[in-house]
């Protein structure tokens, strides 16, 4: 069919299923459609989900000149005082706002507020952070100047809900809404969350880069918890019996876990924040030690199971280094994901998953881009180049491994050597490894990860190498 014919098809649908079909994209690209003609001008208007998020509106480039930023944000401002002037009579389901800095539009962001609250939307986003802030330490409480009117807090139609860099934020005031599944906490101060824990029919739960909590608990009956880069005191015990997906960035605690589901599906834990002590000492044993009780805790001892794990190099390099990592216990583990730099040092740390992953079927190498201390060709006596050539039998290997699944491969040595060992070690169930290229890989270097591709398919006649170029 000729292109031509397509657009013709598109244009003849009645304007009743075109806001159907922007209503699945995202704001920008529904803003975007805009420029197609005069009729998709009205169009577009007609979305039930707007999102008025500043990075999407703001081009790059106006950051470099304080003078082009001001402009900018304050033509970004009269975009969407007039866009919500121009929809205030039809309904809207999806209501977003984020902007850094709000002091000067205080009067324009309440009244967005009370926008929304006025078409009694279903999800609400409020964002007021800092793109520069990266962890909690960095947020600055002094820019924490718009507060949430009661009128939030009492909107019985909310389901979901995203508040950041708020002040004097109060999620206990959100106990009564009855259909809020789903809420995002980030970059302020939290208090108060366990009495709207307890209450709240909440599945979902994140909390991102908040400061000065006062609560060592999370409980509830949520599905979903994400954690990342929160100011915890010392330590934080998880009720969460039925939680499917765990994942938690940042500081490493004093972790419990108690009344957990039995099967989660996905368990993720990222400690990349501490990763900048190269040296072996007194704290990176107590660190080892730690981490293996955390696995250890959160499978009970074997009593739970996490069907997918995901690691970081941190992780990796820590648990060989615990005074005593054999007590690391069996996992019954069926997928797991390696964020590796594939440094010597976290060699120890794969070995000692892949021995305590018995009935492991597949298995992700994550590439991360190298840390400097990642160019070290050896470490402590171990060579990547002849480390995975030992022969070593793990029972996951000869018994249930199926798939090895290698993210932004490139073709590097280290790449290879751990490729090659899958292949060529007895792992009688091994079908396929899949290689995926990055998706900013240059024509060149796509040709020399295509050649090394091929030489591993040559390695094996049992194996499918197959290779995905993003």
Request: aromatic share 10%.
């Amino acid at each position: 069919m000729d292109p031509s014919d397509q657009a013709d098809i598109i244009s003849n649908l009645p304007d009743v299923l075109l806001v159907l079909i922007i209503s699945c994209l995202s704001f920008k690209e529904c803003v975007q459609t805009s420029r197609l003609s005069k009729r998709w001008r009205s169009v577009y208007l007609q979305t039930r989900n707007v999102s008025f998020k500043e990075s999407d509106f703001l081009s790059p480039s106006v950051y470099a000149n304080p003078i082009s930023w001001v402009r900018a944000r304050v033509a970004f401002v009269d975009y969407v005082c007039s866009w919500v002037a121009r929809i205030d009579d039809q309904p809207i389901d999806t209501f977003g706002i984020s902007i850094s800095y709000p002091k000067k539009y205080l009067d324009v962001i309440e009244s967005l507020i009370a926008f929304a609250v006025r078409k009694r939307v279903k999800a609400l986003v409020l964002d007021f952070s800092n793109p520069a802030w990266t962890t909690f330490h960095d947020v600055n409480l002094d820019e924490l100047v718009v507060e949430i009117p009661q009128s939030v807090y009492d909107l019985a139609t909310l389901e979901s809900l995203k508040v950041g860099a708020c002040k004097k934020f109060d999620p206990a005031k959100l106990s009564n809404l009855g259909k809020l599944k789903t809420v995002s906490f980030g970059c302020m101060v939290l208090t108060n969350l366990e009495p709207f824990l307890k209450t709240s029919r909440v599945e979902s739960l994140t909390i991102n880069d908040c400061r000065e909590l006062d609560f060592d608990t999370i409980k509830g009956n949520m599905r979903e918890v994400a954690i990342k880069n929160c100011d915890f005191s010392i330590n934080c015990t998880f009720h969460l019996p039925r939680v499917d997906i765990l994942k938690y960035s940042g500081d490493l605690f004093c972790f419990e876990f108690d009344n957990m589901n039995t099967i989660i599906s996905e368990v993720e834990f990222d400690f990349r924040v501490l990763d900048n002590n190269n040296d072996e000492n007194d704290s990176t044993t107590a660190e080892g030690g730690m981490l293996c009780h955390l696995l250890n805790n959160l499978l009970d001892d074997g009593g739970r199971t996490a069907t997918t794990l995901t690691v970081c190099p941190f992780l990796l390099k820590m648990i060989p280094r615990s005074e005593h990592p054999h007590f690391l216990r069996l996992m019954e583990t069926k997928h797991l994901v390696l964020k590796t730099e594939l440094h010597p040092r976290e060699f120890n740390g794969i070995r000692l998953l892949l021995v305590n992953c018995p009935k492991l079927e597949t298995l992700t190498i994550d590439l991360l881009p190298p840390s400097p201390i990642a160019t070290a060709s050896s470490y402590a006596g171990i060579d990547p180049q002849t480390y995975w050539m030992q022969n070593i039998s793990y029972e996951c290997l000869r018994e249930t491994l199926k798939a090895v699944v290698v993210k932004n491969f490139t073709g590097g040595a280290n790449e290879l050597h751990i490729v090659k060992f899958f292949i060529q070690s007895e792992c009688e169930h091994l079908e396929r490894v899949e290689l995926y290229m990055p998706f900013d890989l240059d024509e060149g270097r796509k040709m020399f990860a295509n050649a090394k591709s091929e030489m591993l398919q040559r390695s094996s006649n049992r194996v499918q190498v197959v290779v995905h170029n993003s």
